[in-house]
C-alpha cells in the first residue's frame, strides 16, 4: 500500500502522525514498480489538470481484474441544478472539472475500465458545526451531533479493469 499527495504539508501529516506510506510527490513522474491491485482516488480528480493522463497510468499500473474507486461532485445532480453556481463543490481554480456518470463512465471506458457502480451515498456531518455557522456561535459552545445526510451530488464510482 502507498500514497501519493503533492502538498509537502498532507504528506508529512500523513506519514507523521498517522504512519501511512505516504510519498509527497508527482503521481504522474512517479517511478512505479509492479502491479496494483486497487487505486482509490477520494475527492482527487475534480482537482487534477489532466485526469486523463492520471487514469492512463492507473490503467497502464493495473492488470485485467484490478480496482478503481473514485469519489466526485455529480454536476448533474438535482442539488447542484438548484444552486447552479452556488452550488457548494464549484470551488474554482480548485475544482477543474466537473463530472457526471456519463462523463466519468466514458473517461473510465476510453482507457480500459468498466464502470461496476455508480452510487451515491450519504455522508455523516456534524450537526453543531453547521448550527455553529450558521447562527456564528461561539466554537466553544460546539456540540458534536453527528447526522446523516445525502444531498445526492457525490458519486461514488466503483470500476474494473478489462
Request: one cysteine or more; hydrophobic letters at 40%.
Amino acid at each position: 500500500m502507498e500514497g501519493f499527495e503533492i502538498s509537502e504539508y498532507a504528506s508529512k501529516l500523513a506519514v507523521d502522525k498517522y504512519k501511512l506510506p505516504v510519498r509527497n510527490e508527482d503521481f504522474l513522474s512517479a517511478e512505479l514498480n509492479g502491479k496494483y491491485d486497487l487505486v482509490v482516488m477520494l475527492d482527487t480528480i475534480e482537482h487534477l489538470l489532466n485526469p486523463d493522463l492520471f487514469i492512463e497510468k492507473i490503467s497502464k499500473i493495473t492488470q485485467p481484474g484490478s480496482g478503481l474507486v473514485i469519489t466526485t461532485g455529480d454536476i448533474n445532480s438535482l442539488y447542484s441544478k438548484i444552486f447552479g453556481k452556488k452550488w457548494r463543490l464549484i470551488a474554482p481554480p480548485m475544482h477543474i472539472y466537473y463530472y457526471n456518470p456519463c462523463s466519468v463512465t466514458y473517461l473510465l471506458n476510453k482507457f480500459g475500465f468498466d464502470v461496476l457502480s455508480i452510487s451515491h451515498p450519504s455522508k455523516y456531518f456534524n450537526l453543531g458545526s453547521a448550527i455553529q455557522y450558521l447562527f456564528k456561535i461561539n466554537k466553544s459552545k460546539e456540540r458534536i451531533v453527528p447526522i446523516k445526510i445525502n444531498l445526492g451530488d457525490v458519486m461514488l464510482v466503483i470500476a474494473r479493469k478489462k
